[in-house]
């Protein structure tokens, strides 16, 4: 073996490095050292998070690429192109989208401390972490992926031990219903993923991307493959109608994990689909072009309609997130740079919209005894301010309000779907974002006009890490909107990826 292959793998070797480190301290460590792993855990990601960043930072500053010929500076820059044969992609690309991946796992790790400190869960907290590692990198071979038989080991690695996570405080009825349903809707989609890259091998004779290209015709054979490969993605991203599962499972997954599904999970399967869409079924886009419109319509529609009627905040969020990947359709049907930038871009601000609003959720049901009705936060603007504040933020940028950042993210998918000639699609998703102001208001109201109810959470504290998840979800918010050498960058990155 070429051991020089993994120097395209830097960041999974990396997190592999932290997944040691933690499973061997949480196994070897005092009961006094145990108690300060949240902050050696949240420390060693936070230092791959920033690895993950520096060849970003060095190409936008330094001008430098990977060459190890030029220094200390160099060696920390990470080489692009294929590995494996061609089984794993490494491009600028997917590195930054690795690394929104890491942002959203750091802040889902920051949210989790009061949660995992509990009496019932504190003996689990290694396993959280480590069991969260070990997804993390199927979800970073589904992004690098160059072949189907990797994007499908990626997948399956990170599905597994989802499902354990769903499944965390097993004795709570309804995180062990969670459990079943997430295994039994991955063995599901992994069987429909793997009928249809079946049919795609049988039409093309080969499963790397870059060898079935030009293979790819619309014949019967590999529009069932497309049909099913798609359905399959499907329900990993929560596309209408492979969506009956989320409600179900964001409800009764600890709330940290639901964040995790909403935002990680979902990110990886964009990002895997995107590629997949564009690298291997450029040629047949009359056909998926119908399908993915299609697909978004109904999938923006009925999100928002059942957001409306939800009782519970975590229900609520869960249509709000089935919402927003029809919304990320918009960026995939476009099929250009400028739909991949977009669609990029959008997950970057989803990432720090959608987490922002669960750190508070997390607050507020870790101090009401694991109440998560909307109306348990009615009145939260007389008792904590701050986090209503901070919640207002999250569902304002959700809804698309500027100068938020979710105003613009939407703006320029919107503008990469109109661009070729989406019009009608555009216009569709526009009124439903009307429709998702509504019901994003009825959190507005519950928390600054509705009266508090008896025995309601009175004015409490939040812990540091959740704080520091929280001001670092704030500041995205409005810095990524406001900052547009973000967006510029991002289309550095999409201009050329697309063969």
């Known amino acids: ?66 060459n190890l010929g030029i220094g200390i500076l160099g060696c920390f820059s990470f080489p692009t192109g294929d590995a494996f044969g061609g089984m794993f992609i490494s491009s600028d690309m ?24 509990a009496d019932d869960t504190v003996h689990k907290r290694g396993e959280f972490f480590i069991i969260t590692m070990v997804t993390l990198l199927g979800m970073y071979l589904m992004v690098s992926a160059g072949n189907f ?9 990170a599905a597994l031990p989802l499902a354990c996570l769903a499944a965390f405080d097993k004795y709570k009825e309804k995180s062990a219903e969670a459990g079943a349903k997430f295994i039994l809707i991955s063995a599901l989609s992994s069987g429909v993923t793997l009928f249809g890259m079946s049919f795609l091998y049988g039409a093309t004779g080969t499963m790397y991307f870059s060898d079935m290209t030009a293979q790819i015709m619309s014949n019967p054979m590999v529009i069932i493959g497309f049909i099913f490969f798609f359905a399959g993605l499907g329900f990993k991203l929560s596309l209408v109608p492979f969506h009956l599962w989320t409600a179900d499972v964001y409800e009764g997954a600890p709330t940290s994990v639901t964040a995790y599904l909403s ?4 990110g990886a399967a964009a990002f895997a689909l995107i590629f997949a869409i564009y690298k291997v079924f450029g040629n047949i886009g009359i056909v998926w072009h119908h399908i993915i419109w299609f697909l978004a319509v109904i999938t923006i529609t009925l999100g928002n309609l059942f957001a409306i009627r939800q009782k519970d905040i975590k229900r609520f969020f869960a249509f709000s997130s089935i919402s927003q990947a029809g919304y990320i359709l918009l960026g995939i049907i476009a099929g250009t740079a400028q739909g991949m930038t977009a669609m990029t871009y959008f997950v970057l601000v989803y990432v720090f919209s959608n987490l922002a609003a669960f750190g508070v959720i997390s607050a507020v049901e870790n101090k009401n005894g694991g109440d998560t009705r909307i109306s348990a936060f009615n009145g939260l603007y007389k008792s904590n301010p701050k986090l209503s504040l901070v919640m207002m933020l999250a569902v304002f940028s959700l809804a698309g309000i500027p100068p938020l950042a979710g105003f613009f993210s939407k703006f320029w998918i919107f503008m990469a779907a109109f661009a070729q000639g989406q019009h009608v699609l555009v216009f569709i998703a526009l009124l439903n974002t009307v429709i998702s102001l509504y019901y994003y208001l009825l959190i507005i109201k519950a928390m600054f006009i509705n009266e508090s109810e008896e025995g309601a959470v009175q004015r409490f504290t939040t812990d540091g890490y959740n704080k520091t998840s929280l001001v670092l979800c704030v500041i995205g918010i409005f810095a990524i909107g406001i900052l547009s050498c973000i967006y510029a960058y991002i289309g550095t990155l999409s201009f050329g990826v697309i063969r």
């Open 263 to 266: 935002v990680v999970s979902k």
């Open 1 to 66: 073996m070429d051991f020089s292959n993994f120097l395209y793998m830097k960041q999974e070797v990396s997190l592999m490095i932290v997944f040691i480190f933690l499973f061997l301290y949480d196994v070897f460590c005092s009961e006094k050292g145990k108690q300060r792993f949240q902050l050696v855990a949240c420390t060693l990601f936070a230092i791959h998070t920033i690895f993950g960043f520096l060849p970003h930072i060095l190409d936008a500053i330094f001008g430098i690429k990977y």
């Open 149 to 157: 038989m990797m994007l499908f080991i990626g997948m399956e690695t």
């Open 94 to 117: 997917t590195i930054f989208m690795k690394n929104i991946l890491n942002i959203a796992t750091l802040l889902v790790l920051l949210q989790t401390n009061n949660w995992l400190k």
